[in-house]
């Protein structure tokens, strides 16, 4: 139910996604609750990833990113996939992401806005942004954690 809610509220979104911003996504939470884009902390770099709990690559991508987190600790993070919030919680617990307050993980559910927004077709997906939401560089597949640590640390 909560999934069909959630998923209802992307139709208005979608019509204000602005080319070269970061998209108005929405996703729950595995405490139940609604995350949006504009929930994410005003002047701060911010680093949207794709993924799926159940694909190797992003496996590997996470396993990366938390070995980094003290690189990455000046952006957001948002993780969001399109599988059920029980696979976003046994995420969550994995990687252990309670303890990094800059990470924010959710599901979209089966609305795919950003699956769609960034026409995706493999896993994992990352977007750089500066603080004020404006496109930077994405990544495909294989994402280097290095070039995007890199230029994160030349945003102001």
Do not use: W
């Not at 405490?31 to 159940?54: H, M, Q, T, V």
């Not at 993070?77 to 959710?106: C, D, R, W």
């Amino acid at each position: 139910m909560m999934m069909v809610l959630l998923a209802g509220s992307f139709t208005v979104t979608n019509a204000k996604a602005q080319a070269g911003k970061l998209p108005p996504f929405r996703m729950m939470q595995a405490n139940g609750k609604i995350f949006r884009a504009e929930d994410l902390p005003i002047e701060k770099p911010i680093i949207l990833i794709y993924f799926s709990p159940e694909c190797g690559h992003c496996d590997k991508l996470m396993k990366e990113l938390v070995k980094r987190t003290q690189e990455l600790k000046k952006a957001s993070i948002a993780m969001v996939t399109y599988l059920p919030v029980e696979k976003v919680l046994e995420f969550e617990k994995t990687y252990s992401l309670k303890k990094y307050s800059n990470i924010y993980a959710g599901t979209e559910g089966n609305s795919f806005f950003l699956r769609n927004y960034y026409k995706l077709t493999e896993m994992p997906f990352a977007a750089l942004y500066s603080k004020k939401g404006d496109f930077i560089k994405s990544y495909y597949k294989d994402i280097d954690l290095k070039d995007l640590s890199s230029r994160l640390n030349k945003l102001n």
